[in-house]
């Protein structure tokens, strides 16, 4: 496996469902960043882990809960959705420390809510 | 006011000729600029950035910054159908804080 992969890249959910999204970063980055992409919207950072640390939460309802394990791998629990939450999440990651680097995306995860 | 303000589109090119995309930004804190294209239903690809005034040439791509007007653009030469996607401009604002701030996207089509 190489950069970033996610999974699942389709999941259906009631909105009482409890289920997670996972992320694989294979590039020795140390930050690593989930995203909300919506239709018309800008890209909506959620959450930001430098160093496995928790560094933002931009406001995120509490029914999405991030847990990052170590520098690889980061994980976005879902429970108790909305429909409003249907959007294509994204995982991305960096090396900090470089002003010039950018962020590598995975493939996301389409999410829909019913 | 939009942190990064991209005009969202559509914009329509012949195959061939410039595509041209702009972004102006807020910050003027801001350091790093990144263009990445989006095609439907993927996720977002780099292409280019800047951090110095001036232009950076990448094949037919060309990204130009004017830290004094706060723009930034994208240019791409003999359009091909396969550069049809949303381009999206990012900005990075300090050292040290690492997050992007992502526009809207520009949707370019270039027509055959």
């Known amino acids: 496996e190489t950069g970033v992969t996610q999974t699942p890249r389709h999941l259906v959910m009631g909105m009482t469902n409890k289920k997670s999204l996972k992320c694989e970063q294979h590039?020795?980055?140390?930050?690593m960043y989930w995203y909300k992409q919506s239709a018309k919207k800008p890209l909506e950072l959620m959450f930001v882990y430098s160093l496995e640390e928790r560094v933002e939460n931009n406001s995120v309802p509490s029914r999405f809960s991030p847990e990052c394990p170590n520098s690889s791998h980061l994980f976005l629990h879902l429970h108790t959705l909305q429909p409003e939450d249907s959007a294509l999440y994204l995982c991305a990651s960096s090396q900090t420390g470089t002003a010039n680097y950018g962020y590598t995306f995975g493939s996301g995860t389409r999410l829909t809510v019913v | 006011q939009k942190e990064v303000e991209q005009n969202s589109g559509p914009l329509s090119v012949p195959e061939g000729a410039i595509a041209s995309l702009n972004c102006t930004y807020s910050?003027?804190?801001?350091?790093?600029f990144f263009w990445y294209r989006q095609y439907s239903g993927k996720s977002p690809e780099l292409i280019m950035f800047?951090?110095?005034?001036g232009d950076k040439e990448d094949g037919r791509f060309t990204a130009q910054l004017n830290k004094a007007s706060q723009y930034v653009s994208l240019l791409i030469r003999d359009s091909q159908p396969s550069d049809s996607a949303t381009y999206l401009c990012a900005v990075k604002q300090y050292f040290g804080n690492e997050k992007l701030t992502f526009g809207t996207g520009t949707r370019l089509t270039i027509i055959p």
């Open positions: 910050d003027r804190g801001s350091q790093s």
């Open positions: 800047i951090y110095s005034n």
């Open positions: 590039l020795g980055h140390n930050a």
